[in-house]
């Protein structure tokens, strides 16, 4: 009996087909060894099932959310999804994967479920309601037009309070392609996912599960997870120094997301003002305070409105603002829950032509915004389409390209007013997608090439660093070489942190040399941001271990935000983390003896799964000119200064060309083109993939 049990891994996957109304099972098995589970399983379903020239909006495509072995197993920030399809809004509509928090994850896996693999179309709108293994395709009628919120808050009361529902807003019902999927009111999967859900008439997932998940060592888990927060966990970035001078602390870096100090407080939380306090290292109970989200993104003005820190299952950080504001209930809601970027939509979106607003008003309409965009799910692009419509706004392309009905339909005058209706108005005509006022929400190459824009490439305001379509997430200007590599192997903004999480953690930077130079072998493997050296393989090694750990979180789920321990807030430990922490758990949870190594290959195995998809969809071997090309601004921002000049993150040309090909080498692929080999596809034990681009003329 006991030998039935699949520790970790539940053993199943959902296939749901919307336009025959199948709901089949299959067994996970195939995908354990080789691309464990998330971002792995996800793709390599894509892979197999979804050709090459597949339009993202047909029947044809599919959308899968994919948890891994760890998820929902009492592992600290295993709470994270999957979410892969063909790309609606990248340049060739390449294969993507998007991940969000919240709860969608746990529920799937504690579901019983492994990954959904959503196919087909359905005719008319329609939910996908899981309640363990009870699966039914039910009318969605009733929610089709609505935002996110109504719709959660009513498919709720239909199935019941203990679900979690995942579903889109009217951007993804409208098909368009800045559209996502949000979960537990504000966790969202972007990408483009919410228009593949339209596309096919889904409006949504609602997920209950109760179901146990089996873990082969409960108290090796249990131990660990002691561990882990006693003595390696930090704050959101796995930052390690507090932002003030604390007493506890031999060290504090003003930059860092330990934000929480005397004085400064939860002051809208209910039952009364909390404060953060000086949580130290080693209190369990206090890790949830370390982090003030809401003022480090938004000023001091959040702290009176902030009720809580939140976060996602399992997660003992919330890094995740909950916050609330009572005079906002008119324009939208007035609760509003967010981190990063989607916490300050509207500082960003005025910021491209200098909108004068005192600092509560600037709060207001961020908060409003923040509600709006999450409503209506309408997805950003790493702050893409705010820089996008800046440049539209300022420039006077929208006055010269739009139609004069479509242009005034917008009064703009209510900024000057500072009439919050503004938004409310602006919002729901980009998320409509009726009129080329959209089209900043098609991805930059669509409104740039259309409009004569495409030198907005070559702007460093523009953020873009891939000609592909989107934008820089830590890249040069964090991490160097490193982070101008890994920001061109996706589809998509990298959202590879584990880099900017050591580079950050606010250690001085003697230290972080020493540390590189223990994990990666070289004491200039890491450089602070605007005092570069020359490519080495000290660095090179540091790129491969940035793209391999945040594909393998993706693929376990852990939280990339956090994870990995690279380094420790703990003085005892000489401040080094444990970067065996992703083994040790595998084995707790699953019983299957691994090495870091091990786990390290699997993730070098699903990076290169994914470029194989990138030579099948794009066609071609040559990935290094057709795919990895960094945009020009990169080489010409900081014209007066030179490439390893200190005070500037300026590329070299050439530097750049070697790091690639080092980088390429260390994978296994053609050190000239970027793919993969038959030799390295061998070594991965990826012989099915090597035989289907060999078949198709695709191995150099």
Not at 21 to 30: A, F, L, Q, Y
Not at 244 to 264: F, I, K, M, P
Not at 330 to 355: D, H, Q, V
Not at 611 to 624: E, F, Q, S
Request: aromatic share 10%; glycine share 8%.
């Amino acid at each position: 009996m006991a030998d039935s049990i699949s520790y970790g891994w539940t053993g199943k996957i959902l296939r749901v087909n919307l336009t025959t109304g199948d709901i089949t099972t299959e067994s996970t098995e195939p995908y354990e060894e080789l691309y464990i589970g998330g971002m792995g399983l996800a793709n390599k379903v894509l892979y197999d099932e979804v050709p090459a020239n597949t339009d993202p909006f047909s029947p044809e495509n599919k959308i899968i959310f994919a948890v891994g072995p760890l998820t929902a197993t009492g592992v600290p920030l295993a709470g994270r999804t999957t979410i892969s399809t063909l790309s609606c809004f990248t340049k060739g509509f390449m294969p993507v994967d998007a991940h969000c928090g919240g709860m969608i994850g746990a529920r799937i896996k504690q579901a019983g479920w492994d990954a959904i693999i959503i196919e087909g179309a359905s005719d008319a709108p329609v939910y996908i309601n899981i309640k363990n293994q009870d699966v039914e395709i039910k009318d969605a009628s009733m929610v089709w037009g609505l935002g996110t919120r109504e719709t959660t808050e009513i498919l709720s009361r239909v199935e019941g309070t203990n679900t979690c529902v995942a579903c889109i807003g009217q951007a993804g019902e409208n098909l368009l392609p800045y559209s996502c999927i949000i979960n537990s009111r504000n966790h969202s999967a972007g990408a483009g996912t919410g228009a593949v859900m339209g596309s096919k008439k889904c409006k949504g997932i609602v997920v209950e599960g109760t179901l146990p998940v089996a873990v082969a060592d409960p108290q090796a888990v249990a131990d660990l997870s002691d561990y882990m927060l006693r003595e390696l966990i930090g704050s959101n970035n796995n930052h390690s120094t507090p932002s003030t001078q604390q007493e506890w602390a031999e060290y504090y870096d003003s930059g860092s997301r330990w934000t929480a100090q005397n004085g400064l407080y939860w002051a809208a939380a209910e039952g009364g003002p909390i404060e953060t306090g000086e949580p130290k290292p080693g209190e369990l109970n206090t890790i949830g305070y370390r982090c003030m989200k809401s003022t480090k993104d938004l000023g001091k003005v959040a702290e009176a409105y902030t009720v809580k820190m939140g976060g996602c299952h399992s997660c003992p950080i919330h890094c995740h603002a909950d916050m609330i504001v009572e005079d906002n209930a008119e324009y939208s809601y007035m609760s509003a829950g967010n981190t990063c970027l989607p916490n300050s939509p509207w500082k960003r979106f005025s910021s491209g032509w200098k909108i004068d607003q005192d600092d509560e008003t600037m709060f207001r309409w961020n908060m409003i915004s923040s509600n709006l965009v999450d409503d209506l799910g309408l997805w950003c692009n790493y702050g893409q389409i705010w820089r996008d419509i800046a440049y539209c706004v300022k420039n006077g392309i929208w006055e010269r390209e739009l139609p004069p009905e479509v242009y005034n339909s917008v009064d703009w005058s209510k900024i000057e007013r500072n009439d919050p209706t503004f938004l409310t108005d602006f919002l729901h005509k980009i998320a409509a997608n009726d009129s080329d006022m959209s089209l900043v929400g098609h991805g930059t190459n669509v409104w740039a090439e259309k409009w004569g824009c495409m030198d907005w490439f070559e702007d460093s305001k523009s953020n873009l660093i891939s000609y592909l379509g989107f934008p820089t997430h830590h890249a040069a200007d964090d991490v160097f070489q490193a982070g101008a590599l890994y920001n061109q192997l996706f589809n998509r903004d990298c959202m590879v942190h584990s880099g900017t999480n050591f580079a950050r953690q606010g250690f001085p930077e003697e230290m972080k040399h020493q540390i590189a130079e223990e994990i990666w072998g070289d004491y200039n493997a890491y450089n602070s941001s605007d005092a570069f050296t020359p490519i080495n393989e000290g660095k090179v090694n540091f790129a491969w271990w940035c793209v391999t750990t945040d594909v393998l979180h993706d693929s376990l789920t852990l939280c990339n935000w956090v994870w990995p321990m690279s380094v420790s807030p703990e003085r005892a430990r000489d401040y080094r983390g444990d970067l065996d922490m992703e083994a040790k758990f595998f084995k707790a949870v699953t019983g299957r003896d691994v090495t870091t190594d091990d786990l390290y290959k699997a993730g070098a195995r699903i990076m290169t799964l994914q470029r194989a998809m990138d030579v099948k969809y794009m066609g071609t071997t040559d990935l290094r000119n057709e795919h990895d090309r960094i945009c020009e601004w990169e080489f010409t921002i900081d014209p007066d200064m030179q490439p390893f000049e200190e005070g500037t993150s300026k590329l070299d040309r050439d530097d750049m060309t070697t790091a690639f090909t080092m980088l390429y080498r260390q994978f296994g692929w053609d050190e000239q083109l970027g793919c993969p080999t038959a030799a390295c596809l061998d070594d991965y034990g990826m012989g099915e993939v090597k035989e289907d681009l060999s078949s198709l003329g695709l191995l150099p």
